[in-house]
Nanobody, 126 residues
């Protein structure tokens, strides 16, 4: 059974950093692009970053570009999201998702993803 599990969320002060992990099981991660989404209270789920399976090409939306970095270690079946310079507006539940499609589809095209994790809460507050 395909599964994605996010970890690393928590409470951090504005300007701080966190690293999220997305660990896979039950499918061959090396064939899948991984995207990160987030959903703040009262808002729609937003896709903001994606990384391809082998070349490791990445894409980001403007709101996180320069602050967030996505990376992967296929040997560890894990994708990482390093988040720096966190802002209160980054507060959300963060999800990872897997798809066979590369960067040809928008990172935020939720319907293009096959598997989803359960999410991890990130709260940015002083």
């Amino acid at each position: 059974q395909a599964k994605l599990v996010e970890s690393g969320g928590g409470l951090v002060q504005p300007g701080g950093s966190l690293r999220l992990s997305c660990t896979s099981s039950g499918f061959a991660l090396g064939y899948y692009s991984i995207g990160w989404f987030r959903q703040a209270p009262g808002k729609e789920r937003e896709g903001f970053s994606c990384i391809t399976p082998t070349s490791g090409a990445t894409d980001y939306v403007d709101s996180v570009k320069g602050r967030f970095t996505i990376s992967r270690d296929n040997g560890k079946r894990t994708v990482y999201l390093r988040m720096n310079s966190l802002r209160p507006e980054d507060t959300a539940v963060y999800y990872c998702a897997a798809r066979r499609t590369g960067l040809g589809a928008s990172v935020s095209a939720a319907a293009s993803y096959d598997y989803w994790g359960q999410g991890t809460q990130v709260t940015v507050a002083s």
